[in-house]
């Protein structure tokens, strides 16, 4: 039996960090459409950012997820410490997608295949990083921290949660492209927006087992009880 190599969980927190936002910067340039995750936070930036220069989609990102965070903290009647971690995770995602977005302007998006090629390029590595963040202990960003507390508390499937979520999220998109461009004017989600929602999941899972066929994740620091739920509600 071939023996697998060491993949220390704090790398794959880094590293799946990157992909993601490597991922949504490349899907972005392509102008196919955003995952209907980040689709709200792209909408804000493209619509503030024509009043102030300086108001990134790295920042719409964690504004937006700031906001979301007191939304859960309200609908949950609780806060943990581990919730203002998940706040730092999204900060530290909106500067990596902030460079991201800089490294992407600087590719030519002149044809159809290209743009096509972007845009699949970037679904993969948001699936990959998705995947590796599901295997660290390190708290993940605000979104999948709002759709696993919800269905915790509530007792709820997390799938029938995140489906929810994702659902509300695009709708949310849909309304903001009407109200800040006009009707018949897409900005965000457009067809890859719908494509992502059907197989995500799937590359997901595929990715998973792709990364455990030949990875073992363990902790490289002992650092998990910092980030375990056990502060007061």
């Known amino acids: 039996m071939r023996k697998k190599l060491t993949f220390y969980t704090e790398l794959a927190y880094i590293i799946g960090l990157v992909c993601i936002a490597m991922g949504a910067a490349f899907m972005a340039r392509s102008d196919f459409g955003v995952s209907m ?3 709200p936070a792209y909408l804000l930036h493209l619509k503030v950012s024509q009043y102030l220069p300086f108001f990134t989609f790295g920042m719409a990102e964690y504004t937006l997820q700031a906001v979301l965070l007191l939304v ?3 609908l949950l009647r609780r806060f943990r410490l581990s919730y203002l971690f998940s706040f730092v995770t999204a900060v530290l995602y909106g500067f ?3 460079g ?3 490294i992407a302007s600087l590719i030519p998006d002149t044809t159809f295949l290209w743009k096509l090629g972007l845009f699949l ?3 993969v590595l948001c699936t990959a990083g998705v995947s590796l963040i599901f295997h660290t202990y390190i ?3 605000v979104y999948e921290l709002f759709v696993k507390e919800v269905a915790d508390k509530f007792h709820f499937e997390i799938h029938h949660v995140k489906t929810v979520y994702d659902c ?3 709708a949310i998109a849909v309304l903001m492209s009407f109200l800040f461009f006009g009707f018949g004017h ?3 989600v457009k067809w890859g927006t719908i494509i992502v929602a059907l197989v995500n999941g799937t590359i997901i899972g595929w990715m998973t087992k792709l990364f455990e066929h030949f990875f073992t994740f363990r902790d490289g620091l002992k650092l998990r009880r910092y980030f375990e739920d056990n502060s007061a509600s």
């Open 37 to 39: 995750v980040v689709a």
């Open 186 to 188: 897409f900005e965000g």
């Open 168 to 170: 509300t999220s695009c």
């Open 121 to 123: 390029v970037g679904e």
């Open 139 to 141: 708290a993940p960003e």
């Open 96 to 98: 990596i997608l902030d």
């Open 72 to 74: 859960m903290i309200v």
């Open 100 to 102: 991201c977005v800089l």
